[in-house]
């Protein structure tokens, strides 16, 4: 029977999991493979484990249970390794990796925000801020004709919406890294030009929050930001 990984503390960790099932159906019971400072929270993995409901929300609050008393690695849904044994094996070799990570992550948890800003409002700001840009508009807006000056355009939009977005980013980001311990910054895509984790030490969860709300509030309808959080901290696992 392969093993199934919850998460992994270390040995001190008073791993309070009465009432806590683990994943498949029936709900396989939890137990604990050890070594002299680690401890892995696992059960037997199910014959198909698939990403269903029931099954994510038992990954999680084994989780959530465990990072209520104390610092956890918590580990991706689906993460199987061949036998208890293996399970071990890992815990020995990654020793100090897995000790330096709990103590970085002791006390703390993950916030994810997605920031957007409203497309047209973003073209409204270059044509006005740019007077090259404006004659380039105007001129291709009444000549239907004018090819090269619309690639011309074409590709002083696109460079002014990626600086543009860039300075937006780094500026946010400077703005909340003091209440936050660390920051995971991922690359943009074409809906949202800011998409970043931030590691929280607990007793900053609320001026984390205040410092997003702050943010959003001061740039405006325009920009839209989304704070999901407290989460277990797996951007930084």
Do not use: N
């Given at each position: ?5 919850y ?28 070594t ?34 104390g ?13 208890d ?10 020793h ?75 500026d ?19 809906h ?15 001026a ?30």
């Open positions: 029977m392969t093993t199934y990984v998460a992994i503390t270390d040995a001190a960790h008073p791993l309070r999991l009465s009432g806590v099932a683990g994943v498949g159906s029936p709900a396989a019971p939890l137990r604990t493979v050890r002299e400072d680690l401890c892995a929270v696992v059960s037997d993995a199910p014959a198909e484990l698939r990403a269903k409901r029931r099954d994510v929300a038992a990954h999680q609050d084994v989780q959530e249970r465990l990072m209520a008393d610092s956890c690695l918590p580990m991706r849904f689906g993460l199987v390794g061949p036998d044994e293996q399970v071990a094996a890992v815990l020995e070799e990654q100090d990796t897995y000790t330096q990570r709990l103590g970085e992550l002791a006390g703390c948890r993950e916030y994810h925000l997605k920031v957007t800003r409203d497309e047209e409002d973003l073209l409204r700001e270059i044509v006005r801020d740019s007077p090259k840009v404006r004659r380039l508009h105007d001129r291709t807006r009444h000549d239907s004709g004018a090819h090269d000056d619309k690639l011309v355009l074409g590709e002083l939009i696109s460079h002014e919406v990626r600086a543009r977005q860039a300075r937006a980013r780094t946010i980001l400077a703005r909340l890294a003091p209440a936050a311990v660390r920051i995971e910054d991922a690359e943009p895509t074409k949202h030009f800011l998409i970043a984790s931030f590691l929280v030490a607990r007793e900053q969860a609320a984390f929050s205040h410092a997003v709300r702050t943010e959003a509030q001061q740039r405006g309808d325009h920009y839209t930001f989304r704070l999901y959080g407290p989460l277990p901290p797996y951007s930084f696992v």
